[in-house]
């Protein structure tokens, strides 16, 4: 089953060009440049508020998504890790859409909260790669991605294809708010189009990042940090990398370093930057000089301008292709999860099974 893979994860990672082209292959014509969104018999155009719902990897899949919603369709967005929604008490005005995010479908807290917003009222919608699921079942509008089963316990392929379910949808509710021109969405379809080769591009960056999973490999803590819908990739990145290898690590946006973490840094502390060359970009590396005054070490992750001009003095560089903002949250997935893979294969741990975690947390 593995093929030539020694995991199931490092299969999977490599599966994402084309499982996220399988995936947007539901969600747009491309001959039209046009989105498609199944059938639903609701009216999405009288959304007002989306409240996002999910846990672990595919909350951070919600966070990116916050911002699609927000920025295209200027619709507000509420966003809660699942354990903590119900216990809450939101406020879930009518005409609110509330959105679950999971690959198995069946996580505990996420489905409880699914049928406390359903109870409230609120049109169901999720996104789940297990068409079968509970949460799809009981979904008015069900969005399948299309990854394939996903056997590692850490959630790769599955993060990627939700990313891209969720721009497609973002494209969509924006056109139906009246917020996008026909051209616009074209633009948009075009670059979703891209995000296969540019993920191709990124894994390319295999040997780079295998050859230096040993500089992070022997760190106690690490330190990831991004901005704007990089962010959530940190917070993802450092969701991997301790899954897999036991290594404490922490996502911060970038802008919070000065706010408290920066006391943790000396030379043992790798510090991960995520950050793509654009307008994010100065206010990034400025928060990476701070970290390098103080003896920290940098592993930038940018794209080839980016590196020029921030690359020098860094611990190690991981260059990705230089692509559209939209698809970067995808792009930038792989070299976290690449870099988790690697230092977790060169620690020894077991990358497939790790310890006290389940593929699908049935248990609140
Ligand atoms: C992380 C991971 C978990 C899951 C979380 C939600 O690698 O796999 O954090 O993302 O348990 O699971 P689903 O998406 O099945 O609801």
């Avoid at 990116?64 to 619709?75: G, L």
């Amino acid at each position: 089953e593995k093929g030539n893979y020694r995991h199931y994860m490092q299969k999977e990672i490599f599966e994402q060009p084309v499982v996220v082209a399988q995936t947007l292959s539901s969600y747009i014509r491309p001959l039209e440049q046009t989105v498609a969104l199944p059938q639903m018999d609701f009216d999405l155009s009288a959304i007002d508020r989306i409240t996002i719902v999910a846990c672990g990897t595919s909350y951070y899949a919600g966070m990116v998504a916050k911002y699609w919603f927000e920025t295209f369709a200027r619709i507000p967005v509420d966003i809660d890790v699942a354990s903590e929604f119900r216990y809450r008490d939101p406020v879930l005005q009518p005409g609110g859409l509330a959105l679950f995010i999971s690959q198995s479908g069946e996580t505990a807290d996420t489905l409880a909260a699914l049928r406390h917003c359903k109870a409230q009222g609120q049109t169901i919608a999720v996104v789940v790669n297990v068409p079968t699921s509970s949460m799809a079942r009981e979904a008015d509008l069900l969005l399948p991605t299309h990854a394939g089963p996903e056997i590692g316990v850490a959630s790769t392929k599955a993060f990627t294809c939700q990313l891209a379910v969720l721009a497609a949808l973002a494209a969509h509710l924006a056109l139906c708010k009246g917020k996008l021109s026909a051209e616009e969405e074209r633009e948009i379809v075009r670059h979703l189009i891209e995000a296969p080769a540019a993920l191709n591009a990124a894994l390319a960056h295999d040997e780079d990042i295998s050859a230096m999973a040993h500089l992070v490999a022997p760190a106690r803590d690490v330190l990831y940090l991004g901005r704007g819908p990089d962010y959530p990739l940190a917070l993802e990145g450092a969701l991997k990398l301790k899954e897999i290898s036991y290594i404490h690590a922490e996502g911060y946006a970038s802008g919070e370093m000065k706010h408290g973490p920066i006391a943790l840094i000396d030379e043992a502390v790798p510090v991960v930057v995520l950050a793509p060359s654009g307008p994010l970009f100065e206010k990034t590396v400025s928060n990476m000089q701070e970290v390098r005054a103080r003896g920290g070490k940098v592993v930038l992750i940018s794209d080839a301008e980016g590196l020029a001009e921030a690359g020098e003095g860094c611990l190690a560089t991981i260059e990705m292709p230089k692509v559209h903002p939209l698809i970067a949250p995808l792009v930038y997935a792989v070299p976290v999860q690449l870099l988790a893979y690697h230092v977790a294969v060169a620690k020894g741990t077991d990358v497939d099974q790790p310890r006290n975690l389940a593929k699908s947390v049935t248990v609140e």
